[in-house]
């Protein structure tokens, strides 16, 4: 004899309401579903055989709040403290000066790379007498790094031109 408590009838039932579930008829109308027969039948639905279907609703998204007017409300993310304008002063100066510096180490390594490349005949050095490859693959490794300065070059005067200008 089996004696069934409280809890874990409720749990045998809890168990055995999903395949009850299962065996409701699901209309699809369009790019919409339903398991109301009245609704599918006034719509046109057709009933969908087989499989189990799970549809899972996109969250709505959040209602936005009007833009608020000023600087300060377009470039500030929500929630983001307030900086005193000669705190941001200073920040800016010290970015300015970070990308000074390394727009002179760019310069520099940039003439450093130019005359060792020659104007794309650089000295030939060690084992390159006797491997012209190694020669032709240093000169590319050459015109690459020289690109690849000349474009860092180009990316920190951008970011210098979008600094507020020095007071």
């Given at each position: 004899?089996?004696?069934?408590?409280?809890?874990?009838?409720?749990?045998?039932?809890?168990?055995?309401?999903?395949?009850?579930?299962?065996?409701?008829?699901?209309?699809?109308?369009?790019n919409?579903?339903?398991?109301?027969?009245?609704?599918?039948?006034?719509?046109?639905?057709?009933?969908?055989?087989?499989?189990?279907?799970?549809?899972?609703?996109?969250?709505?998204?959040?209602?936005?709040a009007?833009?608020?007017?000023?600087?300060?409300?377009?470039?500030?993310?929500?929630?983001?403290?307030?900086?005193?304008?000669?705190?941001?002063?200073a920040?800016?100066?010290?970015?300015?000066?970070?990308?000074?510096a390394?727009?002179?180490?760019?310069?520099?390594?940039?003439?450093?790379?130019?005359?060792?490349?020659?104007?794309?005949?650089?000295?030939?050095?060690?084992?390159?007498?006797?491997?012209?490859?190694?020669?032709?693959?240093?000169?590319?490794?050459?015109?690459?790094?020289?690109?690849?300065?000349?474009?860092?070059?180009?990316?920190?005067?951008?970011?210098?031109?979008?600094?507020?200008?020095?007071s």
């Open positions: 004899m089996l004696l069934v408590t409280g809890a874990l009838a409720a749990a045998l039932l809890a168990l055995a309401a999903p395949s009850q579930a299962q065996s409701t008829r699901i209309y699809r109308c369009g919409e579903y339903t398991n109301n027969p009245q609704d599918a039948q006034l719509r046109g639905c057709k009933p969908i055989d087989g499989g189990n279907v799970t549809i899972i609703e996109a969250p709505r998204p959040a209602p936005q009007a833009p608020r007017t000023g600087s300060a409300a377009a470039t500030s993310p929500a929630g983001s403290p307030r900086v005193e304008s000669a705190e941001q002063r920040r800016d100066a010290e970015a300015r000066t970070i990308l000074e390394e727009l002179r180490k760019a310069e520099v390594r940039l003439t450093e790379l130019q005359k060792e490349y020659n104007n794309g005949e650089p000295e030939k050095v060690g084992p390159e007498f006797r491997n012209h490859q190694k020669y032709l693959d240093r000169v590319a490794e050459l015109k690459a790094a020289i690109s690849r300065t000349e474009s860092d070059i180009a990316g920190i005067r951008r970011e210098i031109a979008r600094l507020p200008p020095r």
